[in-house]
């Protein structure tokens, strides 16, 4: 949903306080897609795409990794909802801007849940084992195939997780990408700006997240010993993109999270 005066592509389902979810890089508001329903029954769910990515609009000029959380919150402006008090969901790439979002926001967010958060700034001495598109040319198939190893290395653990369906999805992420999220992905911000808050605060990992360097119970002893008061728990049988791969436990999770008191 668009019109003339919103840069933001959004979609919005159900009732009840407002949910705002955040995708994560080379996505848009899909990565959600086993979500939205199951949440709608509970909250009035706004999943975006964020600048620069899916249905939204291309971001001006000179805009970049350092100036991109302001202007997202900028943009978050026409989004009546976000001026009241309201939830927020996030997703690897999207919760680093989230916590930069969640420092503006102030008072206004009242619970954030995060799943598979990027931002550690930890440099791998090994980098993820990845492969270039321009090496598959022009060849459907090879490009398929490329898509299903980036696809396993990077967000999906169980090589059935990685459908056709899944496949013509992440083609189009990529052709609708326009921002580089890496940079941001790599930062250091977000225990930085996470320590700043007074929300309460769920993170959440797929039990195989293949982004938790140099391994997950080592990322989740730092995360709890920076945020001792957070909500931090692993997901099973699923990797990086957990609430897509184990849709069930992370639905159940973020409910929980965002009704208790």
Not at 186 to 208: D, M, V
Request: hydrophobic content about 40%; overall charge negative.
């Amino acid at each position: 949903m668009t019109d003339s005066q919103q840069t933001i592509a959004y979609s919005v389902a159900g009732a009840g306080e407002n949910l705002l979810l955040v995708h994560g890089g080379t996505g848009s508001r899909k990565h959600w897609i086993r979500n939205t329903d199951t949440l709608a029954k509970h909250f009035r769910v706004w999943a975006i795409d964020l600048p620069g990515f899916g249905e939204s609009a291309d971001l001006p000029a000179g805009i970049d990794s350092a100036q991109y959380i302001d202007y997202v919150y900028q943009q978050l402006q026409a989004l009546v909802f976000t001026h009241e008090p309201f939830l927020l969901g996030a997703f690897s790439f999207g919760s680093v801007v989230s916590s930069g979002l969640a420092i503006k926001f102030g008072e206004r967010l009242k619970k954030m849940s995060l799943i598979g958060p990027a931002g550690y700034g930890i440099k791998r001495a090994v980098p993820i084992d990845t492969r270039s598109m321009r090496s598959a040319g022009s060849s459907i198939e090879a490009q398929n195939e490329v898509m299903r190893h980036n696809l396993q290395a990077i967000m999906l653990y169980y090589p059935e997780s990685i459908t056709d369906e899944m496949l013509a999805m992440h083609r189009v992420h990529i052709n609708e990408t326009r921002f580089d999220s890496r940079p941001l992905s790599l930062s250091p911000l977000l225990l930085a700006n996470l320590k700043q808050l007074n929300c309460p605060l769920q993170i959440l990992w797929g039990e195989h997240d293949q982004y938790a360097h140099p391994k997950l119970d080592e990322r989740m002893q730092l995360t709890q010993q920076a945020l001792p008061a957070a909500h931090l728990a692993k997901i099973a049988h699923a990797g990086h993109w957990a609430q897509y791969e184990n849709a069930e436990d992370v639905n159940r999770a973020m409910v929980d999270f965002f009704s208790s008191k």
